[in-house]
């Protein structure tokens, strides 16, 4: 009798998830006509860039050494999706970006993975110019490599332009004039920012400066609409296992000019890491089992991969084995031989001011890492109802936006027995939010792209399930949404 493992080596499935902002977004605020034009670009956008993330690479189909061809990295299929929806007017950033008091759009953006670039993560904020900022954080970071080899070795050149920008140097984080100078040194294309101007962003920024000035409230947020405080963003696994966290944003509606929001600040507005577990796999981890036998042994709270067979098998198979009482599937690693590797990267979006003071997205990392939660349950306790976000609200909170926000994510586990070999993977996509709506879609366990806005509330579900706000949460064909442009 011998027990055959339905997957001997086990892969990294990439996944993915984006978001487009969140605030108080109600049915009768956001209206049909609106959502339907919400619903239609996240599903093209996320189902657009699931077909990019299973393309390989031109030169990678064909291998003559036999080797796996190559698919994008989680960096490169965040920020494939980002561009998508800084492109897109309908969302909080590039093109779509909101007006500061003064009437000009100043842009910030960032990219982190939980490993495999020097930096890991750097932001970028004060942008007039860059016409895509994502790819600008995305050039930084890979250039981050070289940027601190050459640091270390000292006799840099300095540039050409009225600044002296040779490089990124070390910096995680860059502001305005000197960030627009590397952007042209890395080809990048700058715009006048008359390409950031869209009539509908100018109007919600002089109707608010309005209402301040009759007495009605802050400019920066309504209760009577939705005005966007948020940022737009994705988050991506890839076939490595490395996650990636990438989002871009034009800040707050009538922000005073020069404001710095969460978003390009490491920790606050975006956060990707890793850590390594060793032994006992199977308690910490969490999510659907790719590896079948781990999640029966889970299920029957079973130390490690030993099952112990019933007596009735037990006579059965006495005659087939000689320790009839006790199985344990070939190949199958003990415990203390496992390496479980956990990973997450989170994408903030909401009340920047609220997510900086109380370092929202690392916030959730270190009580999944330290305090050993599921990544769902830590997620919840920062970005969900009543967390942490909520209360630093206090007194203040669905009086002016603050503490407002939600967060998308990515878990990623992944277990390893001593000679490195996979054993299981396992994924968790991550989504939370404490007010009315998040515009959000992902790639579910079956392929499929989901989208959602609204909490899955009694009350508001009754509202949303009619025809004019159909699809919510409905599972979709993803060729039919990315076949047009993909």
Not at 60 to 66: A, E, F, N, R, V
Not at 158 to 169: E, I, Y
Not at 193 to 209: G, I, K, M
Not at 300 to 329: I, K, Q, W
């Amino acid at each position: 009798m011998e027990y055959k493992r339905q997957s001997p080596t086990p892969q990294v499935k990439p996944r993915l998830i984006i978001h487009g902002g969140a605030g108080n977004i109600t049915p009768e605020k956001l209206g049909p006509e609106k959502y339907k034009q919400y619903r239609h670009s996240l599903l093209t956008i996320v189902s657009k860039t699931d077909a990019y993330m299973r393309t390989t690479a031109p030169s990678s189909h064909k291998h003559s050494d036999g080797s796996a061809p190559e698919y994008p990295s989680a960096l490169e299929i965040a920020t494939y999706a980002v561009t998508q929806l800084e492109d897109d007017a309908l969302y909080n950033s590039a093109h779509g970006a909101v007006f500061t008091r003064d009437g000009v759009n100043e842009m910030d953006a960032s990219v982190m993975v939980s490993r495999g670039r020097a930096k890991r993560g750097v932001g970028l904020t004060g942008l007039r110019r860059v016409r895509n900022p994502i790819l600008l954080a995305k050039a930084m970071l890979e250039h981050g490599d070289e940027d601190l080899r050459r640091k270390a070795e000292s006799g840099l050149a300095a540039s050409a332009a009225s600044l002296d920008v040779p490089s990124a140097q070390g910096h995680t984080l860059i502001h305005g004039e000197a960030a627009e100078v590397l952007a042209r040194m890395y080809g990048l294309q700058l715009v006048d920012p008359q390409y950031f101007f869209t009539q509908n962003r100018w109007d919600e920024h002089v109707r608010a400066l309005e209402r301040e000035r009759a007495g009605r409230g802050p400019a920066t947020w309504s209760a009577e609409e939705y005005l966007p405080q948020g940022t737009c963003g994705a988050v991506a696994l890839d076939a490595d296992g490395v996650v990636c966290a990438a989002t871009s944003t034009g800040g707050m509606t009538n922000k005073l000019t020069g404001r710095v929001g969460d978003t390009p600040v490491v920790g606050a507005g975006f956060w990707a890491w890793e850590w390594d577990e060793t032994g006992k796999s199977n308690t910490a981890t969490l999510g659907p089992a790719v590896d079948p036998w781990q999640s029966l042994t889970r299920r029957l709270n079973l130390p490690g991969p030993v099952v112990e067979l019933s007596s009735c098998l037990r006579s059965f198979v006495a005659d087939c084995l000689p320790t009839p009482s006790v199985y344990r599937p070939i190949g199958q690693a003990d415990d203390e031989d496992v390496k479980t590797t956990r990973s997450i990267a989170l994408s903030g979006t909401g009340n920047g001011d609220s997510f900086l003071r109380v370092a929202a997205t690392s916030t959730v990392g270190s009580i999944a890492k330290w305090g050993g939660w599921p990544a769902v349950k830590a997620l919840r306790h920062v970005a969900g109802r009543g967390g942490e976000l909520e209360k630093s609200a206090g007194d203040r909170w669905g009086k002016t936006g603050e503490g407002e926000g939600g967060m998308i994510g990515i878990e990623s586990v992944v277990s390893r027995d001593a000679t490195g070999r996979v054993i299981s993977t396992r994924a968790t996509i991550l989504h939370d939010h404490n007010c009315g709506g998040m515009f959000r879609a992902w790639i579910d366990d079956d392929g499929k792209a989901v989208m959602r806005i609204f909490h899955p509330d009694e009350e508001q579900s009754k509202e949303i399930r009619t025809p004019s706000f159909e699809g919510e949460d409905q599972p979709e064909d993803v060729w039919r949404w990315s076949a047009e442009k993909a």
